[in-house]
């Protein structure tokens, strides 16, 4: 079955380090977005792609990054983590193009930054 | 922009009564709607969505939504709640003319009392 996979599950942090959480899926779909988790925010959107190559930003990009370098894996970069980072992070995929489609989101991960 | 209101962060009922969530929505003409469903410390599962077909949109363990373009809302209901619906709930918006992506509402976490 197609799947998202995200790495690792759960990670924690020192301020001031880079840290890279991994996104992978197998449905091979154009999109894929990174949001963060925060009480009372709902899921608000980092950064997504729609294709190799593409990356855009979204609501909440400060301090983040990613790369598209293959239609399966869009990996996000946290350049000097901070405190105010610490979030529990979802990685999800769509297809493009087609109205009501969905999106298969990852189990998450839970960043702490100390 | 597209935007999306749930008008209570948390809702309690008792188990076999009726469950209402509710999401005002702000985007184009013709938006997708989804409900996602959270279950605590858990990924993403989709419950149902709406795409311009039938305004009356069934979906998973007996939920349904109502589209009402009128008053731009998107209501979920269940006739009964059981134990296990208690979990947060997420209204999403995706809409093409705006880039395909999903944005969230804050949530609504719905508690079952036995």
């Known amino acids: 079955d197609a799947e998202i996979t995200q790495s690792p599950r759960h990670k924690i942090t020192e301020t001031g380090r880079q840290v890279t959480l991994a996104c992978h899926q197998t449905?091979?779909?154009?999109?894929m977005f990174w949001y963060r988790q925060d009480l009372g925010h709902g899921l608000r959107l980092i950064h997504y792609?729609?294709?190799?190559?593409?990356?855009n930003k979204g609501e909440v990009s400060d301090g983040y990054s990613v790369s598209r370098s293959n239609t399966e894996d869009l990996p996000l970069t946290l350049e000097s983590a901070a405190s105010s980072q610490t979030s529990v992070y979802f990685c999800?995929?769509?297809?493009?193009?087609?109205?009501?489609?969905?999106?298969?989101f990852g189990q998450g991960t839970r960043l702490t930054v100390v | 922009a597209q935007s999306v209101t749930q008008l209570d962060s948390h809702v309690s009922v008792s188990e076999g009564t009726p469950v209402l969530l509710r999401c005002n929505y702000s985007?184009?003409?013709?938006?997708?709607l989804f409900w996602y469903v959270q279950h605590p410390n858990k990924g993403l599962q989709l419950l149902l969505k709406?795409?311009?077909?039938?305004?009356l949109v069934k979906g998973i363990n007996g939920f349904e939504a109502e589209f009402k373009k009128s008053e731009t809302s998107f209501h979920l209901t269940k006739p009964s709640a059981h134990m296990s619906d208690a979990a947060e709930y997420f209204c999403?918006?995706?809409?093409?003319?705006?880039?395909?992506?999903?944005?969230f509402g804050p949530g609504t976490r719905l508690s079952v009392l036995p």
């Open positions: 999800a995929s769509s297809e493009q193009g087609s109205l009501g489609t969905e999106a298969f």
């Open positions: 449905w091979n779909h154009n999109n």
């Open positions: 792609s729609y294709g190799v190559h593409d990356t």
């Open positions: 985007s184009s003409y013709s938006p997708s």
């Open positions: 709406y795409t311009s077909a039938a305004t």
């Open positions: 999403v918006v995706s809409d093409i003319d705006y880039g395909q992506n999903f944005v």
